[in-house]
Nanobody, 120 residues
Framework: QVQLVESGGGLVQPGGSLRLSCAAS??????????TSWYRQAPGKERELVAR????????NYADSVKGRFTISRDNAKNTLYLQMNSLKAEDTAIYYC???????????WGQGTQVTVSS
């Protein structure tokens, strides 16, 4: 049974910072056949990829809108994925989701989502 548990969302002022965490069980993030990612979705908009890191850790990709402000990382000992968000803007407001994609099985797993609101 795969479970992804997210935390760290909340309300923050523009220019502020938040750190999201995704603790996993039933799937090992460090496996070469597992890709781990953060997505976000705002009301009325499609879900978009924010950042992605390969199982081997040798390939990291960011959306252009967050490059230079967000940092994706992973703690293999804790089997936990992180997203450090700095210099937050109002347009970053969305529900953020953790995702683990098992390449060989063609299966994906999602966290419950955590709300990030940037206002004032």
């Amino acid at each position: 049974q795969v479970q992804l548990v997210e935390s760290g969302g909340g309300l923050v002022q523009p220019g502020g910072s938040l750190r999201l965490s995704c603790a996993a069980s039933g799937v090992t993030f460090s496996r070469a056949d597992v890709t781990t990612s953060w997505y976000r979705q705002a009301p009325g908009k499609e879900r978009e990829l924010v950042a992605r890191i390969s199982g081997a850790g040798g390939s990291i990709n960011y959306a252009d809108s967050v490059k230079g402000r967000f940092t994706i990382s992973r703690d293999n000992a804790k089997n936990t994925l992180y997203l450090q968000m700095n210099s937050l803007k109002a347009e970053d407001t969305a529900i953020y989701y953790c995702n683990a994609q098992l390449i060989l099985r063609n299966m994906g797993f999602w966290g419950q989502g955590t709300q990030v609101t940037v206002s004032s």
